[in-house]
């Protein structure tokens, strides 16, 4: 199932789409060939640890991790939505 473009319009960047063995899509712009190809041989050899993190599960953690330091460093002032 793996496949990939790499497409460039006139002065603009490539365009890099990548597909992996398990169907998964990702896509991102270089400013070289080289760096393009890189990157789709970067997406298909860490393809096995890209789809077996749980995005959702990495973004809670992350989310949870930066609130905890914002209390550590005294940033929250009680409002109720936290945007402080």
Same mark, same amino acid.
């Given at each position: 199932?793996? +496949?990939y473009s790499i497409t460039k319009k006139g002065n603009e960047w490539y +365009?890099?789409?990548v597909t992996d063995? %398990?169907?998964k899509e %990702?896509? !991102?712009y270089f400013e070289t060939h080289? &760096?393009?190809d890189k990157w789709v041989f970067f997406i298909? &050899?860490?393809e096995d640890w890209f789809n077996s993190v749980d995005s959702e599960e990495s973004l809670t953690n992350a989310i949870w991790g930066c609130t905890k330091l914002d209390e550590e460093l005294g940033l929250l002032k009680g409002n109720r939505d !936290?945007? +402080?």
């Open positions: 199932m793996r +496949d +365009d890099v789409r063995s %398990y169907g %990702y896509q !991102n080289v &760096e393009a298909w &050899e860490n !936290n945007l +402080d």
